[in-house]
């Protein structure tokens, strides 16, 4: 069975810290790994991550894949009330399904 | 969110009635989902369709029932509401290699008593 964890499961920061997300996954055919924010309703695009060691950056939020370990990491630098929000990682398999972690719920205070 | 849509929002249905959910897309993207998304459990999906005619189960399948006669529409039926349905549904849809993660409709809070 396929399986994403995610921790911390929630975790609570001051604007300006630095947070590391974590992502682990045991899958079968891998294709891709992706990463959510969700906010009060539908969850939205951040990253997609296929191969390892490859640093997908937008602002202030990174990520980067091991293939080997099987897991991801998201980093948020300088961090602002505004992301404040659920974070989803979710893994793709070749069989087009999909294996969503549980979020880890970040909470931003100023 | 833009090019995806979702109906009703809301509904309250009663145990034993069916229920169907509409996803409508304006894209032409091949894929399309069901999730489900339950307080500790993430996002589970229910069922997806790789094409017109062409779909298949997900890990939370039970009860679940889905159609797609057209590229543009995925709908999802409660056959006989229970109250473990009682859930937001969320339905998505991604291009053939989801190079862009796939876009989720705005959701539907499904209530059943």
């Known amino acids: 069975e396929d399986k994403v964890v995610q921790s911390p499961l929630s975790l609570v920061v001051h604007e300006g810290d630095t947070v590391t997300l974590n992502c682990s996954y045991e899958v079968t055919n891998f294709r891709s790994l992706l990463w959510y924010k969700q906010e009060k309703k539908a969850p939205t695009f951040l990253f997609m991550l296929?191969?390892?060691?490859i640093e997908k950056k937008s602002g202030r939020l990174s990520s980067i894949l091991d293939k080997k370990e099987l897991f991801s990491i998201l980093n948020i630098t300088a961090t602002q009330t505004g992301d404040s929000a659920v974070y989803l990682c979710?893994?793709?398999?070749?069989?087009?399904?999909?294996?969503f972690g549980d979020g880890t719920t970040l909470t931003v205070k100023p | 969110d833009a090019g995806i849509t979702q109906s009703p929002r809301h509904k309250v249905t009663e145990t034993g009635t069916p229920v169907t959910l509409r996803c409508h897309q304006t894209e032409n993207h091949r894929y399309m989902y069901w999730y489900r998304q339950d307080p500790g459990h993430g996002l589970r999906l229910i069922h997806y369709s790789y094409g017109v005619k062409d779909t298949d189960k997900g890990e939370v399948s039970d009860g679940y029932s889905v159609s797609r006669s057209k590229t543009e529409d995925f709908l999802l039926t409660l056959e006989s509401a229970t109250s473990s349905q009682t859930s937001v549904y969320f339905c998505?849809?991604?291009?053939?290699?989801?190079?862009?993660?796939?876009?989720f409709g705005s959701g539907t809070r499904l209530t059943v008593v």
């Open positions: 998505a849809i991604s291009d053939l290699n989801g190079n862009y993660g796939y876009t």
């Open positions: 296929t191969s390892s060691g």
């Open positions: 979710a893994v793709y398999t070749n069989a087009g399904k999909s294996t």
